[in-house]
T-cell receptor, first 115, second 111 residues
Framework: NAGVMQNPRHLVRRRGQEARLRCSPMKGHSHVYWYRQLPEEGLKFMVYLQKENIIDESGMPKERFSAEFPKEGPSILRIQQVVRGDSAAYFC?????????????FGPGTRLTVL | GESVGLHLPTLSVQEGDNSIINCAYSNSASDYFIWYKQESGKGPQFIID?????DKRQGQRVTVLLNKTVKHLSLQIAATQPGDSAVYFCADASGNTPLVFGKGTRLSVIA
């Protein structure tokens, strides 16, 4: 039973480019969460999605950031016109449909570096 | 807003000793907590959880204690091993809000 998968594991972008981060939840999980982690910091919530729905995006910047979780395929976190301050590790977590936010299981993360 | 936090940013222990990592929370309505372990370059890994109807829960070499009166929880690791070296986070997983993480405590095990 594969865990949460994220790709790419490392992503380098120049300022102004777009970054696309992908997350495939654990089998049977329909809830996906995205978190951002700066060095030596805890994880900060960004967005919570279910299939085809954004449930809570209160932690996501209003501009340049968007997220989706389509009916088929992985969840995508998209950052447009990246800036140096976007450099961070981005983690995806998933949880099963019944329990909602209980016990989230994390992927290995995508480390974004903006040059 | 509500928050969780950890008392110490770093903790060094001798191999074989017991480790205690503390965490305070501020929301008296919080009723579910999770401890995560994050090794360098990896995502957080679930260790153990506890609900507010319990004050103690044991796993393999780990014990979590919850004191609702003072809004404090701790993670105890018995016979600490080099493989336990990591950053440990407590997270408030209550209700319908996403996990709220503290900054973490870095545990270093001295061989």
């Amino acid at each position: 039973n594969a865990g949460v998968m994220q790709n790419p594991r490392h992503l380098v972008r120049r300022r102004g480019q777009e970054a696309r981060l992908r997350c495939s939840p654990m089998k049977g999980h329909s809830h996906v969460y995205w978190y951002r982690q700066l060095p030596e910091e805890g994880l900060k919530f960004m967005v919570y999605l279910q299939k085809e729905n954004i449930i809570d995006e209160s932690g996501m910047p209003k501009e340049r950031f968007s997220a989706e979780f389509p009916k088929e395929g992985p969840s995508i976190l998209r950052i447009q016109q990246v800036v140096r301050g976007d450099s961070a590790a981005y983690f995806c977590a998933s949880s099963p449909p019944v329990t909602g936010t209980d016990t989230q299981y994390f992927g290995p993360g995508t480390r974004l570096t903006v040059l | 807003g509500e928050s969780v936090g950890l008392h110490l940013p770093t903790l060094s222990v001798q191999e074989g000793d017991n480790s205690i990592i503390n965490c305070a929370y501020s929301n008296s309505a919080s009723d579910y907590f999770i401890w995560y372990k994050q090794e360098s370059g990896k995502g957080p890994q679930f260790i153990i959880d506890i609900r507010s109807n319990m004050d103690k829960r044991q796993g393999q070499r780990v014990t979590v204690l919850l004191n609702k009166t003072v809004k404090h929880l701790s993670l105890q690791i018995a016979a600490t091993q080099p493989g336990d070296s990591a950053v440990y986070f407590c997270a408030d997983a209550s209700g319908n809000t996403p996990l709220v993480f503290g900054k973490g405590t870095r545990l270093s095990v001295i061989a």
